[in-house]
């Protein structure tokens, strides 16, 4: 995911470049598990402050679900809008001057050079759930003997009171009782 943007550094505001970008992102992040490859469209536009990088991408990620802790394959779209700036003026060669606050990651190199890889392994995260779902219907696991509900009945059910917690399920029963 890297671009050798040096004729675009020397155009004029406003210029545009368009790519598709297909990548193989196996070894973009170890939590991140691809099934397909990253696709999508990138749009570079040159601004007075260096590129502005948008893109529109996608893929398939295997994750976890957080109910029934199986697999499953979670298809993904998500957006880049990021301006990278230049580290050497592209005409007299001369370092240029970076705020304090610039992250690294949006920086165009020495050979003129825009690497997406760390933006897209960010927002990739980013756009990912916190708790991923198979499905809207998943049981889950049965607290109690861990079986799969949704593979398999167990005779566990869920209005089974932990026994640390039955004097309160008690006094809960009581004031039900009184209403």
Excluded: W
């Amino acid at each position: 995911m890297r671009y050798n943007v040096s004729q675009l550094l020397k155009g004029h505001v406003g210029e545009t470049r368009h790519y598709q970008l297909q990548n193989d992102i196996a070894d973009l992040d170890p939590a991140i598990h691809p099934l397909t490859d990253l696709n999508g469209a990138v749009d570079m536009i040159r601004t007075n402050e260096g590129i502005l990088v948008r893109a529109n991408l996608y893929s398939t990620i295997e994750l976890t679900c957080s109910r029934c802790l199986g697999a499953f394959a979670f298809p993904t779209r998500f957006q880049i809008e990021e301006e990278f700036h230049p580290t050497i003026d592209i005409l007299s060669g001369a370092h240029l001057p970076q705020a304090q606050d610039t992250d690294t990651a949006t920086l165009i190199d020495a050979q003129h050079t825009l690497d997406l890889t760390e933006i897209v392994r960010q927002d990739l995260t980013l756009a990912l759930p916190l708790a991923p779902v198979c499905r809207n219907n998943c049981q889950g696991l049965c607290p109690v003997c861990g079986k799969n509900r949704n593979q398999e009945v167990c005779d566990h059910h869920d209005d089974d009171v932990d026994p640390r917690f039955a004097k309160l399920q008690a006094l809960l029963d009581e004031s039900k009782s009184h209403d």
